[in-house]
């Protein structure tokens, strides 16, 4: 299974929880949005700095994939300690 893969499968099994969470409607939207954010910056397709969309990677794959923001230059990823 790839990283993108493994991503998913644990972004899929989060939102499962958070859906059959006992909780209210309210709280239910502010939480999967928050995971929403979490998987795309985690994906690489959101700066974690500066919201932007404006991303690319390192045209690594796996473990050594990290990604960078064109618009403030901020670079996340397993070899960045800046995440």
């Known amino acids: ?15 499962l929880e958070i859906l059959l ?15 929403e954010r979490q998987a795309t910056q985690a ?9 932007s969309t404006d991303t690319e990677d390192n045209g690594e794959t ?3 994939q990290g990604f960078r923001c064109r618009t403030c230059d901020h670079r996340w990823g397993p070899d960045n300690e800046n995440d």
């Open 62 to 64: 796996g473990s050594r």
């Open 21 to 35: 969470a006992p909780i209210s409607d309210h709280e239910r939207r502010k939480r999967l949005l928050a995971l």
């Open 43 to 51: 994906l690489g397709l959101l700066c974690p700095s500066c919201d």
């Open 1 to 15: 299974m790839s990283r993108q893969e493994n991503i998913r499968a644990s972004i899929d099994a989060k939102a």
